[in-house]
DNA sequence: GTCCGATAGTTGCGCCTGCAACTAATATAC
DNA sequence: GTATATTAGTTGCAGGCGCAACTATCGGAC
């Protein structure tokens, strides 16, 4: 927007904190998930996403944007956890290309069980230091920044106002 | 801290929302250098950390925390770089275990082709739609969340205060 | 009705990454 | 001095991921 250095400079260093705080909280719930419930985070998010969509079910193409997937992607993963039961697969019956990814009893329960160690992790982690004003500062200026994109993830992740799960 | 349930909510929103910021921001400055200079964000990120280190030149273990990258994710990306010219392996005088990575000639010549193109992105699809005082909120936040971390990138990434580059 | 382009999901493939094991060198204990 | 623990970096290996190609299906043009 300005061509002053100073503030060229500050974007810089504020996106160069962004990518360490990413990488390094990320990390360490995913070690925390990992250890305490044998569970990455990408499993989690996956469950989390269906527990929040009506009748415990997504569709495949819009599961992997709310959990940052290639479709491709999503599909191994989905192999990989309906292998273990906490989700299954079922056929669309508007649509006969279609396929939903639906939350199982014990899928349920996994993220019961993996709830807690998260939600902890984030607080321990994340917004453990922050005030109530920063968390809200963070809010806005991340909703900011996916305003101006055009893709697909963005539109859901600022959509979907979040509930307590 | 609190155990309030909105004040719950509001910090699992935030962190989504810092995930999906993060994917896309990171997914459409990846792609934008890889068109426009057949460059990885990885190599751009190499070359900026070597090129502010006195030298040009940096430890490997240092280097591997200043980008984000295990010690052995590090030691192919080195290959990759060093094989196109970019970087190069120097040894130690004072431990004989250690090894440099040090910028070329041809490494400066294409971080400065590559700079212009990230900047750019950056104020483009990070910072464009933020005020002054929204990147300072940014900074000041996710500085207190680094700090809450004993991770050495966190260190170093709150430490080595940001040059204009 | 028939085409034709677009979309949903899966699979082949190759790249990138981290973990654990390994080698080499250094620091510490005594 | 030697033995032991620690650290730096690399390599074997396997897993996870996206891209592009493929199949199946849908929707619109006509």
Redesign the pocket.
């Known amino acids: 927007m300005t061509i002053d250095p100073t503030e060229r400079s500050r974007a810089l260093r504020a996106w160069r904190l962004f990518l360490t705080a990413h990488a390094t909280v990320a990390e360490v719930l995913d070690e925390e998930l990992q250890a305490e419930r044998q569970m990455p985070l990408?499993w989690y998010d996956v469950l989390v996403n269906l527990d929040e969509a009506p009748g415990g079910r997504l569709?495949?193409?819009h599961l992997a944007n709310a959990v940052?997937?290639?479709?491709?992607?999503?599909?191994?993963?989905?192999?990989?956890m309906a292998h273990e039961g906490l989700i299954a697969?079922e056929a669309?019956p508007d649509?006969?290309?279609?396929?939903f990814a639906v939350l199982t009893t014990a899928g349920k329960r996994a993220l019961r069980r993996a709830a807690p160690v998260h939600h902890r992790g984030i607080t321990k982690h994340f917004t453990g230091r922050l005030d109530d004003a920063d968390i809200r500062s963070l809010e806005s200026i991340l909703s900011k920044v996916l305003e101006g994109s055009d893709h697909p993830r963005a539109a859901i992740a600022l959509g979907s106002p979040a509930r307590a799960d």
Chains 1, 2 share one sequence.
């Open positions: 990408t569709r495949m193409q940052l997937f290639s479709r491709s992607g999503l599909t191994r993963l989905v192999d990989r697969r669309c649509d006969r290309r279609g396929t």
